[in-house]
């Protein structure tokens, strides 16, 4: 079966630094695109960077030169490495995998979660 599991999550410092990893399994990863998105306290979900199969990016302004999204088909796995970390940062991250050539988002795999806490 298809499964998407996050791990990497945490509690850190303001300006701390965590890296996620989101590791697929059941699907022909190469040709999706992924992407991490998360949801804050009283917040909607939201898209905070997408990777394509092709090494496109796209990142939310809010976290553009803090994180780096990337990827590794020969594991199967996609990375969000966060750096210069905000407490408005603090959310749930999900991992999502979109095939590019289905309209929509019905037909998404999504992970878990894991938690990412910013906070002294």
């Known amino acids: 079966q298809v499964q998407l599991v996050e791990s990497g999550g945490g509690l850190v410092q303001p300006g701390g630094s965590l890296r996620l990893s989101c590791a697929a399994s059941g699907i022909m990863f190469s040709i999706y695109t992924m992407g991490w998105y998360r949801q804050g306290p009283g917040k909607q979900r939201e898209l905070v960077a997408a990777?394509?199969?092709?090494?496109?990016?796209n990142y939310q302004d809010s976290v553009k030169g803090r994180f780096t999204i990337s990827r590794d088909n020969a594991k199967n796995t996609v990375y969000l490495q966060m750096n210069s970390l905000k407490p408005e940062d603090t959310a749930v991250y999900y991992c999502?995998?979109?095939?590019?050539?289905?309209?929509?988002?019905?037909?998404?795999?999504w992970g878990q979660g894991t938690q990412v806490t910013v906070s002294s």
């Open positions: 999502n995998a979109d095939h590019p050539w289905v309209v929509g988002h019905a037909n998404d795999y």
């Open positions: 990777i394509t199969s092709g090494g496109s990016t």
